[in-house]
T-cell receptor
Framework: SQTIHQWPATLVQPVGSPLSLECTVEGTSNPNLYWYRQAAGRGLQLLFYSVGIGQISSEVPQNLSASRPQDWQFILSSKKLLLSDSGFYLCAWSHSPNEKLFFGSGTQLSVL | SQQGEEDPQALSIQEGENATMNCSYK?????LQWYRQNSGRGLVHLILIRSNEREKHSGRLRVTLDTSKKSSSLLITASRAADTASYFCATADRGSTLGRLYFGRGTQLTVWP
């Protein structure tokens, strides 16, 4: 069966520090991968999506970047965090475009 | 915005009652999906209804889709305290091959025992 792992669960970082969040998917090949951010009490904002290794599309210009070095690995990064980067970050995958998403357990990021 | 909009923002009911949540959207869609999120957790997929379907059932869940009104509803029958969560609709645009789903802000459902 397929599983998605996302870590860490919580993270507190100072402003200006770097960020690296990792997401891995097991049990399937060539998944579509997504990073979403959820502000407190708000809906989900799509940040990045990837349909294959090295193929990253960005939805919103921002302080973040994403990479997909392996078929099963999706990384969200920042060189210098801003206060506005705080939020709940969710990784997700799907078998094919527009089909149902399987979400990770999320990372609560607090930038202080 | 292409996002779905859920209504109401918050809903509070007693166990045993039915809960109805609505979603409106603006574009032509390929499908519409409903998800559930417990506080501080990831989202869990509940049901997907395609643009050529009008109604779908899964256990105590019933979803309807009216493409002429660009709206959908999620009905949870005989609610339980364990149904307390946020519920989100998400739309996939017709003709999109990129797999972007657009989520609304959600309905917070509280079911009192």
């Amino acid at each position: 069966s397929q599983t998605i792992h996302q870590w860490p669960a919580t993270l507190v970082q100072p402003v200006g520090s770097p960020l690296s969040l990792e997401c891995t998917v097991e049990g399937t090949s060539n998944p579509n991968l997504y990073w979403y951010r959820q502000a407190a009490g708000r809906g989900l904002q799509l940040l990045f999506y990837s349909v294959g290794i090295g193929q990253i599309s960005s939805e919103v210009p921002q302080n973040l970047s994403a990479s997909r070095p392996q078929d099963w690995q999706f990384i969200l990064s920042s060189k210098k965090l801003l206060l506005s980067d705080s939020g709940f970050y969710l990784c997700a995958w799907s078998h094919s475009p527009n089909e149902k998403l399987f979400f990770g357990s999320g990372t609560q990021l607090s930038v202080l | 915005s292409q996002q779905g909009e859920e209504d109401p923002q918050a809903l509070s009911i007693q166990e045993g009652e039915n809960a109805t949540m609505n979603c409106s959207y603006k574009t032509s869609i390929n499908n519409l999906q409903w998800y559930r999120q417990n506080s501080g957790r990831g989202l869990v997929h509940l049901i997907l209804i395609r643009s050529n379907e009008r109604e779908k059932h899964s256990g105590r869940l019933r979803v309807t889709l009216d493409t002429s009104k660009k709206s959908s509803s999620l009905l949870i029958t005989a609610s339980r305290a364990a149904d307390t969560a946020s519920y989100f609709c998400a739309t996939a645009d017709r003709g999109s091959t990129l797999g972007r789903l657009y989520f609304g802000r959600g309905t917070q459902l509280t079911v009192w025992p």
